[in-house]
């Protein structure tokens, strides 16, 4: 197949490149500098002279307080720009595969979200990313994920490991509970649905659930740290508070893979172990 995959240069983004690129397919990798994908023309432009048969959209704004004062450049790019993407797909028969986030949920159920459960999103980072989920349109295929890392870009693994690393204080939420989500599993799950072209909702997370303390641990323990020495604190405590809500709860499952009989995620202190070698040995 040929493949475009847009905001290639972030943290999903650009495993998602190096798994199809992996697997033989053409890949076009385009960064926000390549294809803004907020510009219709630019996107139109784009799809009609590569011509892909998948079109993976990556791009996100995420800065999630920043969202939260300033709603208009998440819109811009979570939702506005899915629209161009879902018109490009259309128009020139290209599968759109998008990706979206726990953030869609209020936080408040006790158990695990499916994919059927009801968006009620707490926060306008949250808000932005369910409208473009809803700009896809059913033809394509939407991939929910959470407290996403890997080895590129900014991420819990990696600012817990330098945070051990410096001595400085691990303080770590311990009333907020998710799916830790690792890029390259991620990568090859969009790569198994894209290949079939299925339509829908899937949530894509590894298996288990933590708190974002119990995740610190994990952490120090893959690393050979102490983990004993992350403190545990409540959401209140933060210091500065944070501009946008958290959801309490946005731990997913993965229903809908088991009910396609695709594999799930494996459980997410297997690839923990790989990242914290891989980034260890700098």
């Known amino acids: 197949m040929r493949v475009l995959v847009t905001g290639a240069a972030g943290q999903l983004g650009r495993e998602v490149a190096a798994r199809f690129a992996a697997s033989g397919h053409e890949v076009v990798a385009a960064s926000r500098r390549d294809l803004d994908v907020s510009r219709r023309g630019q996107v139109l432009g784009a799809a009609g002279s590569i011509r892909p048969d998948v079109l993976v959209n990556c791009a996100a704004h995420t800065a999630v307080d920043a969202c939260e004062t300033d709603p208009a450049p998440a819109y811009e790019v979570n939702a506005w720009a899915v629209r161009h993407l879902a018109e490009a797909s259309?128009?020139?028969?290209?599968?759109?595969?998008h990706v979206s986030t726990d953030y869609v949920f209020s936080g408040d159920k006790d158990q695990p979200y499916h994919e059927w459960d009801r968006p009620d999103p707490r926060s306008a980072y949250g808000a932005s990313k369910l409208a473009g989920e809803r700009e896809a349109?059913?033809?394509a295929t939407l991939v929910r994920t959470s407290w996403l890392c890997g080895r590129h870009g900014s991420n819990a693994v990696g600012t817990v490991l330098r945070l051990a690393a410096e001595g400085g204080p691990l303080r770590f939420v311990a009333d907020q509970r998710g799916s830790p989500s690792f890029a390259p599993d991620v990568a090859a799950v969009i790569e198994r649905l894209c290949a079939?072209?299925?339509?829908?909702?899937?949530h894509v997370a590894n298996q288990g659930q933590v708190s974002r303390y119990q995740f610190a641990r994990e952490i120090l323990a893959a690393a050979g740290?102490?983990?004993?020495?992350?403190?545990?604190?409540?959401t209140a405590e933060l210091k500065p508070p944070r501009a946008a809500p958290r959801p309490a709860n946005s731990a997913l499952e993965n229903r809908a893979l088991g009910l396609a009989g695709l594999a799930r995620p494996p459980d997410f202190r297997e690839p923990l172990k790989r990242l914290v070698a891989e980034l260890s040995a700098g």
Not at 90 to 97: I, N, S, Y
Not at 225 to 234: E, G, N, Q, S
């Open 137 to 139: 349109g059913e033809a």
């Open 225 to 234: 740290h102490d983990a004993d020495r992350v403190v545990p604190i409540t």
């Open 196 to 202: 079939h072209r299925m339509p829908g909702l899937y």
């Open 90 to 97: 259309r128009r020139f028969g290209a599968h759109l595969c």
